[in-house]
């Protein structure tokens, strides 16, 4: 399995431009996770999906991050605008559903280094 | 919700020194618990992982036992090795199958 597959895992942009980081999760995962990661604030849940279906988006900073799943095998994070504080790593994860403890395992992607200058 | 304590690093430890990071963590029930690593420039990667009380998780050397008395899920290593240079996060499980990630530990070997 080629495992959870993210694009582009570099994007540098300026400040008030459209940003798209895309995911590929692991497939037969019913479950879908956007993460950030930055050194203030280390690891933050943004929202995860669940058959495509958005679950919980309490972890979106604001109205600028928006997030789709149009099909099980493809996801999108959209920051319209970015701004500088929006510099980050931002990693998919996925894992499979069932509820079941040997399936509870969430499986990450490379990440996309975000740099908005 | 959940949350972890972990470890504050970093921790800077001579190649074939014992290792432990220690983590404690509240939960509603009796979660999965979880350590990721992460090495330099890459994702999280599960290290290992204990599923009820007493299991001990174990992987590349590193154990960590679930203690559901003291809600902890310390990680150790006997031997480090210098590849073991890593950012280490432990992390309870959830009912609505969210993670609950530390702040992380950075971890770095000297030869």
């Keep these: ?117 | 919700g959940n949350s972890v304590t972990q470890m504050e690093g970093p921790v800077t430890l001579s190649e074939e020194a014992f290792l432990t990071i220690n983590c404690t963590y509240t939960a509603t029930g009796y979660p999965s618990l979880f350590w990721y690593v992460q090495y330099p420039g890459e994702g999280l990667q599960l290290l290992l992982k204990a599923t009820k009380a007493d299991d001990k998780g174990s992987n590349k050397g590193f154990e960590a036992t679930y203690r559901k008395e003291t809600t902890s899920f310390h990680l150790e290593k006997g031997s480090v090795q210098v590849s073991d240079s890593a950012v280490y996060f432990c992390a309870p499980g959830g009912s609505n199958y969210k993670l609950t990630f530390g702040k992380g530990t950075l971890l770095t070997v000297n030869p």
């Design chain 1, 1 to 117: 399995d080629a495992g959870v597959i993210q694009s582009p895992r570099h994007e540098v942009t300026e400040m008030g431009q459209e940003v798209t980081l895309r995911c590929k999760p692991i497939s037969g995962h019913d479950y879908l996770f956007w993460y950030r990661q930055t050194m203030m604030r280390g690891l933050e849940l943004l929202i995860y999906f669940n058959n495509n279906v958005p679950i919980d988006d309490s972890g979106m900073p604001e109205d600028r991050f928006s997030a789709k799943m149009p099909n099980a095998s493809f996801s999108t994070l959209k920051i319209q605008p970015s701004e500088p504080r929006d510099s980050a790593v931002y990693f998919c994860a996925s894992r499979s559903g069932g509820g079941g403890r040997g399936t509870d395992t969430q499986y990450f992607g490379p990440g996309t280094r975000l740099t908005v200058l």
